[in-house]
């Protein structure tokens, strides 16, 4: 696969063509599967979309950029893909192309108009760290340690066409109309575009440095405005060992504790107290020093959410919630999850899962210590998902609903559940963030 | 007046190949880099009489391509700059000599140039970012194309049998 990503393929021509050729096999895959239907009556669905997604995947690991970055996002809502692609599309790392140290030169001169030499008493032409799109390079001034992240050119604005060209393949895999997904199209569209803008990243760093201030234990870098532009961000260099490595090799339990609970706060109280948020919280964007204090990196992906929703969603944590039928209602219209056109049967089974679903993935929030290690909790939300998956109903059209502001809010606690699990951490729970919801 | 233009296109270069050899970094780079820091560093210089330049480009596109004797100076400057760099890529190894087919590099390295000029002036990217991508897709392409490749062993191969066969 990492010979298959070593290319940035920009032509556009070139990816329609990509995009072209996994179309005609994924329509290969459906006439195959149908001629088998009829010799064989058993046969089953799932076998079709297990192809269809490899083909799907066969395309976006060529593709790279942006498109690359849509499938993790695919994939990160369980469900829309098979399992064991959802799994291949979260490690997939692009270890894009470097920039050569002249395009380096030249970046630097088309937006801060001077070459890093002038601007920096020292500056590595050769990039410490590839991500996918950008690279950063190791500088100091004035005594200062800096990290300075240049963008690769050309990314932003190949985000429209990407998305243009991968969506037909998705609305055909997926069975669904494009105004079926719309919203979340958009929503997508939005938050990469605000990823490619380093000027945005810089004010939600900033903001966010402020912000974490009154957080224990958690460090974030200062950045450098006078040194950053549209396409490079320069920050404070920051030491500590990666978040993955920590995990597999720290061996006291009260420090693994201590990095899991910095981590915990700092995402309950940007969401409660704020309501914008690090929506991408994988081990990758996070650093721990020497006294196993938590840095965040990367404020890249940020997501604001509307203080109704807010309300609304979070008011679904709270115990009193379920002894009132009508609120709850209210609740899961406002958050799409029940529709007024509903049949009977439709709205019986949405409103089973949904109330299962909430159930299942407040846990956490209500006692005041959790043990994210507990294996159970997370079978059980997998055995929904998987369940949810099985379910013909939920592949038809009308059972794309939910609010576009879930999921970046779905992907940040995947994100947080997942490393608390890996760092096997008991964790406080601050439920008074709760006591001001009324809906 | 043709021969004023000419004039004008040799003194970018000029201006250039003085940038570059003056710049510290410039020597320690391989010779494809100093390829790539030389266009960069032309366009960054053109872009000084942005509208001017452009004019003259917009002037000769289409079939009038084909016309590039108001380039003549700047091509002959080119051609003598960077035989310089071909030669020394030779000696460092990073380029194949190849007894027929060596007199086919130049005239690939100048189109490959004058395609980029072209693509700047056609480029309506936010601060003509399409044209770094191509620029760095157009050097590498050539100099994978100049470096020792499966030419070479075609070839080597093509010999050791005719030789076998006698």
Same mark, same amino acid.
């Given at each position: 696969?990492?010979?298959?990503?070593?290319?940035?393929?920009?032509?556009?021509?070139?990816?329609?063509?990509?995009?072209?050729?996994?179309?005609?096999?994924?329509?290969?895959?459906?006439?195959?599967?149908?001629?088998?239907?009829?010799?064989?009556?058993?046969?089953?669905?799932?076998?079709?979309?297990?192809?269809?997604?490899?083909?799907?995947?066969?395309?976006?690991?060529?593709?790279?950029?942006?498109?690359?970055?849509?499938?993790?996002?695919?994939?990160?809502?369980?469900?829309?893909?098979?399992?064991?692609?959802?799994?291949?599309?979260?490690?997939?790392?692009?270890?894009?192309?470097?920039?050569?140290?002249?395009?380096?030169?030249?970046?630097?001169?088309?937006?801060?108009?001077?070459?890093?030499?002038?601007?920096?008493?020292?500056?590595?032409?050769?990039?410490?760290?590839?991500?996918?799109?950008?690279?950063?390079?190791?500088?100091?001034?004035?005594?200062?340690?800096?990290?300075?992240? *240049? +963008?690769?050119?050309?990314?932003?604005?190949?985000?429209? @066409?990407?998305? =243009?060209? #991968?969506?037909?393949?998705? !609305?055909? %895999?997926?069975?669904?109309?494009?105004?079926?997904?719309?919203?979340?199209?958009?929503?997508?569209?939005?938050?990469?575009?605000?990823?490619?803008?380093?000027?945005?990243?810089?004010?939600?760093?900033?903001?966010?440095?402020q912000f974490a201030d009154s957080i224990p234990?958690?460090?974030?870098p200062r950045y450098y405005p006078a040194l950053?532009?549209?396409?490079?961000?320069?920050?404070?260099?920051?030491?500590?060992?990666? *978040? +993955?490595?920590?995990?597999?090799?720290?061996?006291?339990? @009260?420090?693994? =504790?201590? #990095?899991?609970?910095?981590? !915990?706060? %700092?995402?309950?109280?940007?969401?409660?107290?704020?309501?914008?948020?690090?929506?991408?919280?994988?081990?990758?964007?996070?650093?721990?020093?020497?006294?196993?204090?938590?840095?965040?990196?990367?404020?890249?992906?940020?997501?604001?959410?509307?203080?109704?929703?807010?309300?609304?969603?979070?008011?679904?944590?709270?115990?009193?919630?379920?002894?009132?039928?009508?609120?709850?209602?209210?609740?899961?219209?406002?958050?799409?999850?029940?529709?007024?056109?509903?049949?009977?049967?439709?709205?019986?089974?949405?409103?089973?899962?949904?109330?299962?679903?909430?159930?299942?993935?407040?846990?956490?929030?209500?006692?005041?210590?959790?043990?994210?290690?507990?294996?159970?909790?997370?079978?059980?939300?997998?055995?929904?998902?998987?369940?949810?998956?099985?379910?013909?109903?939920?592949?038809?059209?009308?059972?794309?609903?939910?609010?576009?502001?879930?999921?970046?809010?779905?992907?940040?606690?995947?994100?947080?559940?997942?490393?608390?699990?890996?760092?096997?951490?008991?964790?406080?729970?601050?439920?008074?963030?709760?006591?001001?919801?009324?809906? | 007046?043709?021969?004023?233009?000419?004039?004008?296109?040799?003194?970018?270069l000029d201006k250039t190949i003085t940038m570059?050899?003056?710049?510290?970094?410039?020597?320690?780079?391989?010779?494809?880099?100093?390829?790539?820091?030389?266009?960069?560093?032309?366009?960054?210089?053109?872009?000084?009489?942005?509208?001017?330049?452009?004019?003259?480009?917009?002037?000769?596109?289409?079939?009038?391509?084909?016309?590039?004797?108001?380039?003549?100076?700047?091509?002959?400057?080119?051609?003598?700059?960077?035989?310089?760099?071909?030669?020394?890529?030779?000696?460092?190894?990073?380029?194949?000599?190849?007894?027929?087919?060596?007199?086919?590099?130049?005239?690939?390295?100048?189109?490959?140039?004058?395609?980029?000029?072209?693509?700047?002036?056609?480029?309506?990217?936010?601060?003509?970012?399409?044209?770094?991508?191509?620029?760095?897709?157009?050097?590498?392409?050539?100099?994978?194309?100049?470096?020792?490749?499966?030419?070479?062993?075609?070839?080597?191969?093509?010999?050791?049998?005719?030789?076998?066969?006698?």
């Amino acid at each position: 696969m990492s010979e298959q990503q070593d290319k940035i393929p920009t032509s556009k021509v070139e990816r329609a063509s990509r995009v072209f050729r996994t179309s005609m096999k994924v329509g290969a895959n459906y006439i195959k599967h149908t001629a088998q239907k009829v010799v064989n009556k058993d046969l089953d669905d799932s076998d079709l979309d297990e192809k269809n997604a490899e083909a799907l995947f066969q395309m976006m690991s060529q593709l790279k950029g942006s498109a690359l970055k849509i499938a993790q996002m695919m994939s990160m809502d369980n469900g829309l893909l098979p399992k064991a692609y959802a799994e291949k599309f979260a490690k997939a790392q692009n270890s894009a192309m470097a920039l050569s140290a002249p395009l380096v030169m030249n970046t630097f001169q088309k937006y801060i108009g001077k070459r890093p030499q002038e601007v920096f008493d020292h500056f590595s032409v050769n990039a410490v760290h590839a991500a996918s799109i950008g690279q950063v390079h190791r500088a100091d001034k004035d005594g200062l340690q800096l990290a300075v992240k *240049l +963008q690769y050119p050309g990314v932003a604005d190949s985000i429209h @066409s990407d998305i =243009n060209l #991968v969506k037909p393949m998705f !609305l055909r %895999f997926l069975n669904l109309k494009e105004k079926d997904i719309a919203p979340y199209l958009e929503e997508f569209e939005e938050r990469l575009h605000e990823e490619c803008d380093y000027e945005k990243e810089l004010q939600y760093g900033m903001e966010m440095a402020q912000f974490a201030d009154s957080i224990p234990h958690v460090i974030i870098p200062r950045y450098y405005p006078a040194l950053s532009s549209k396409k490079i961000l320069t920050m404070e260099w920051m030491e500590g060992i990666p *978040l +993955q490595e920590f995990i597999d090799t720290e061996t006291d339990p @009260s420090r693994r =504790n201590k #990095v899991g609970q910095a981590l !915990l706060d %700092f995402l309950h109280n940007s969401i409660h107290r704020l309501q914008r948020f690090h929506a991408d919280p994988h081990p990758g964007n996070f650093l721990v020093t020497k006294d196993a204090e938590l840095v965040v990196l990367d404020f890249g992906c940020v997501k604001t959410i509307p203080k109704d929703f807010y309300i609304h969603y979070f008011a679904l944590a709270k115990d009193d919630i379920f002894n009132d039928e009508t609120k709850l209602r209210t609740c899961l219209e406002h958050l799409d999850m029940l529709r007024k056109g509903d049949t009977p049967e439709q709205d019986k089974l949405f409103f089973d899962t949904a109330v299962r679903a909430i159930q299942n993935i407040s846990k956490p929030m209500k006692s005041d210590t959790f043990y994210f290690g507990d294996k159970d909790f997370y079978e059980q939300l997998q055995a929904q998902g998987e369940e949810i998956m099985q379910n013909k109903e939920f592949r038809k059209p009308s059972a794309m609903r939910g609010s576009r502001h879930a999921i970046y809010l779905h992907r940040a606690f995947f994100g947080l559940y997942s490393i608390l699990y890996k760092l096997d951490a008991t964790l406080k729970i601050d439920r008074h963030f709760f006591d001001d919801i009324q809906v | 007046m043709n021969n004023k233009l000419q004039y004008e296109w040799a003194a970018v270069l000029d201006k250039t190949i003085t940038m570059c050899q003056d710049d510290e970094q410039f020597h320690q780079y391989s010779v494809r880099e100093k390829m790539l820091a030389l266009v960069y560093t032309f366009l960054q210089n053109m872009q000084e009489q942005e509208t001017h330049f452009l004019e003259m480009l917009h002037q000769h596109n289409g079939i009038k391509r084909l016309d590039t004797s108001y380039l003549k100076d700047l091509k002959s400057g080119f051609e003598s700059y960077v035989t310089g760099l071909v030669e020394e890529g030779r000696n460092s190894g990073e380029i194949q000599g190849r007894p027929f087919l060596a007199r086919f590099y130049m005239p690939v390295l100048w189109n490959a140039f004058v395609n980029i000029l072209y693509f700047w002036a056609n480029d309506k990217s936010p601060q003509r970012e399409h044209t770094d991508v191509m620029v760095e897709k157009t050097v590498h392409f050539t100099f994978d194309l100049l470096a020792p490749n499966a030419i070479d062993s075609g070839i080597d191969l093509v010999q050791q049998y005719l030789k076998l066969k006698q």
